[in-house]
Nanobody, 118 residues
Framework: QVQLVESGGGLVQPGGSLRLSCEAS????????MGWYRQAPGKQRELVAS???????KYSDSVKGRFTISKDDAKNTVYLQMDSLKPEDTAVYYC????????????WGQGTQVTVSS
């Protein structure tokens, strides 16, 4: 059974930092493209950052320079370091694992709430 378990969300003041973690079980995360998505109330889910099997990273324009995605293959875990947080970063953050062979494998975590507010 595949599980992606996010942690690290919470309430933080503008300008603060949080680090999200996504621990995978049932898959070898290093063989998947891992991503962090977010969904704010009333908005569509959007891709925030992704990291490939060979550690290439991509970021949305809204978080570039403030967020950093990384992974620890030994721990089967992906991280999202979020710095200089803004109120507009408030959302539920989801971890995703994607792999395309002859079959598309796409798994999601349950999400973790991030609230940026003074």
């Amino acid at each position: 059974q595949v599980q992606l378990v996010e942690s690290g969300g919470g309430l933080v003041q503008p300008g603060g930092s949080l680090r999200l973690s996504c621990e995978a079980s049932g898959i070898i995360a290093s063989t998947y493209v891992m991503g962090w998505y977010r969904q704010a109330p009333g908005k569509q889910r959007e891709l925030v950052a992704s990291i490939t099997t060979d550690t290439n990273t991509k970021y949305s324009d809204s978080v570039k320079g403030r967020f950093t995605i990384s992974k620890d293959d030994a721990k089967n875990t992906v991280y999202l370091q979020m710095d200089s947080l803004k109120p507009e970063d408030t959302a539920v953050y989801y971890c995703s694992a994607l792999r395309l062979t002859t079959v598309l494998y796409n798994y999601w975590g349950q999400g973790t709430q991030v609230t940026v507010s003074s």
